[in-house]
Nanobody, 120 residues
Framework: QVQLVESGGGLVQPGGSLRLSCAAS????????MGWYRQAPGKQRELVAA???????NYADSVKGRFTISRDNAENTVYLQMNSLKLDDTAVYYC??????????????WGQGTQVTVSS
C-alpha cells in the first residue's frame, strides 16, 4: 500500500503564508499525478492544485497567482506554497496521489488532512 503523510498546516493571519508538505511512502511502484484538495465546513471537497510527474500544473481559479505546487519525484513528495492567504482559504487540506503500489492496481490515495486556519 501507499501512505500519504501531510504536514505544515496551522493558524495564520490574512496575508500570511504557509507551506504544506506531503510525503508518499510504502510499497510504491509508481506515483503519477499528485495534488491538494480542500474542504471547508459545509462545503464539498474541491481541487486546489495538481501536478503531473512531468511537472505540468493545474490550479483552481481562486488560488492562481497565490499558491504554488511543486514536487520532488525522487522523494515522492509534493509541496503547496500558499501566499497571500485569505479567510476563504480556511479548510482541511488533503493530499492526493494517483499511483500504484507494488502488485496492486492504480488508484487514488489520500492523506489524513491538515487544518489550515486563516484568522485575524
Amino acid at each position: 500500500q501507499v501512505q500519504l503523510v501531510e504536514s505544515g498546516g496551522g493558524l495564520v493571519q490574512p496575508g500570511g503564508s504557509l507551506r504544506l508538505s506531503c510525503a508518499a511512502s510504502g510499497s510504491i511502484f509508481k506515483i503519477y499525478a499528485m495534488g491538494w484538495y480542500r474542504q471547508a465546513p459545509g462545503k464539498q471537497r474541491e481541487l486546489v492544485a495538481a501536478i503531473t510527474s512531468g511537472d505540468t500544473t493545474n490550479y483552481a481559479d481562486s488560488v492562481k497567482g497565490r499558491f504554488t505546487i511543486s514536487r520532488d519525484n525522487a522523494e515522492n513528495t509534493v509541496y503547496l506554497q500558499m501566499n497571500s492567504l485569505k479567510l476563504d482559504d480556511t479548510a482541511v487540506y488533503y493530499c492526493n496521489a494517483d499511483g500504484r503500489a507494488i502488485s496492486a492496481s492504480r488508484r487514488d490515495y489520500w492523506g489524513q488532512g491538515t487544518q489550515v486556519t486563516v484568522s485575524s
